[in-house]
T-cell receptor, first 108, second 112 residues
Framework: GQQVMQIPQYQHVQEGEDFTTYCNSS?????IQWYKQRPGGHPVFLIQ?????EVKKQKRLTFQFGEAKKNSSLHITATQTTDVGTYFC????????FGSGTKLNVKP | DAGVIQSPRHEVTEMGQEVTLRCKPI?????LFWYRQTMMRGLELLIY????????DSGMPEDRFSAKMPNASFSTLKIQPSEPRDSAVYFC??????????FGQGTRLTVV
């Protein structure tokens, strides 16, 4: 069945450092979405990528969708303590299959 | 809109008891999802409804789990009988035509 793999599982950074999480699918995706879950909270939608090679930015966050629509990445520039949480990618095949998530910890 | 509403927020029950989790999706959304989240297994898709019809329940762990969506504004996830390994946070989410999923606050279930 469809699978979405995400690495790394954990990332600890010093405030101000950059952070990247990667998402890979075993099959071609119609679109990919990214979510953030704060500790104790629920996943909150960040963005959706649809086109091959698409790049989108939200302030310090940059999202990329691979040319083959099988992988994606989220890059955060100059992390802040407010970035703490778990970042999930979700592959869409009519329903949403979530990756295992990358838990980001930012040390002040 | 108040968003996706789940109840209860917390549930503690004894092994063997029946547990019913409830969800009110966002008005106008045509897809509803039930997820289970644990440290070990992450976010697992249990079942997916489209226009109140169950489309895919392949993620439902076993026959003890059942889900219904009698109308567009209400869904339930039932566990009978409950077991300690069912302890998890259960999320309901809704969306409109495969666009972003809106999650409820979740129900934290503890089976003792």
């Amino acid at each position: 069945g469809q699978q979405v793999m995400q690495i790394p599982q954990y990332q600890h950074v010093q405030e101000g450092e950059d952070f990247t999480t990667y998402c890979n699918s075993s099959t071609t995706l119609s679109n990919i979405q990214w979510y953030k879950q704060r500790p104790g909270g629920h996943p909150v939608f960040l963005i959706q990528l649809v086109k091959s090679g698409e790049v989108k930015k939200q302030k310090r966050l940059t999202f990329q969708f691979g040319e083959a629509k099988k992988n994606s990445s989220l890059h955060i520039t100059a992390t802040q303590t407010t970035d703490v949480g778990t970042y999930f990618c979700a592959g869409a095949w009519g329903k949403f299959y979530f990756g295992s998530g990358t838990k980001l910890n930012v040390k002040p | 809109d108040a968003g996706v509403i789940q109840s209860p927020r917390h549930e503690v029950t004894e092994m063997g008891q029946e547990v019913t989790l409830r969800c009110k999706p966002i008005s106008g959304h045509n897809s509803l999802f039930w997820y289970r989240q644990t440290m070990m297994r992450g976010l697992e898709l249990l079942i997916y409804f489209n226009n109140n019809v169950p489309i895919d329940d392949s993620g439902m762990p076993e026959d003890r789990f059942s889900a219904k969506m009698p109308n567009a504004s209400f869904s339930t996830l039932k566990i009978q009988p409950s077991e300690p390994r069912d302890s998890a946070v259960y999320f309901c989410a809704s969306s409109l035509w495969n666009t972003e999923a809106f999650f409820g606050q979740g129900t934290r279930l503890t089976v003792v």
